[in-house]
Nanobody, 126 residues
Framework: QFQLVQSGGGLVQPGGSLRLSCAVSGFSLTEYAIAWFRQAPGKEREQVGCIISSGQTLNYGDSVQGRFTISRDVANKTVYLQMNSLKPEDTAIYYC???????????????????WGQGTQVTVSL
């Protein structure tokens, strides 16, 4: 059974940084991909990016490319989302997700992920 537990998040001023964590259990990070999604009020859930079983990162959205970085610590079974140069439009609930189907690739469709973290609020505001 896949379990994902998130930590981090909070309130930050524009231009600031935050790091989110996603600790997994029930599988190894070298077996399956982990995706990060976010959902702003009134908007659909969108993928921020993904790290596949090899450690390669994929699918960074245009709006976060160059500002957000996904990494992992295999031994500690944790995936990170480092967010720099944050903007008010980055305000959303952020989720990590996994599914047995995705290992060496990663869909951007949220409906294709069966296991989710609990979500964490990120608010970018003065």
């Amino acid at each position: 059974q896949f379990q994902l537990v998130q930590s981090g998040g909070g309130l930050v001023q524009p231009g600031g940084s935050l790091r989110l964590s996603c600790a997994v259990s029930g599988f190894s990070l070298t077996e399956y991909a982990i995706a990060w999604f976010r959902q702003a009020p009134g908007k659909e859930r969108e993928q921020v990016g993904c790290i596949i079983s090899s450690g390669q990162t994929l699918n960074y959205g245009d709006s976060v490319q160059g500002r957000f970085t996904i990494s992992r610590d295999v031994a500690n079974k944790t995936v990170y989302l480092q967010m720099n140069s944050l903007k008010p439009e980055d305000t959303a609930i952020y989720y990590c997700a996994a599914d047995e189907f995705w290992s060496s690739w990663c869909t951007t469709n949220a409906d294709d992920f069966a296991s989710w973290g609990q979500g964490t609020q990120v608010t970018v505001s003065l």
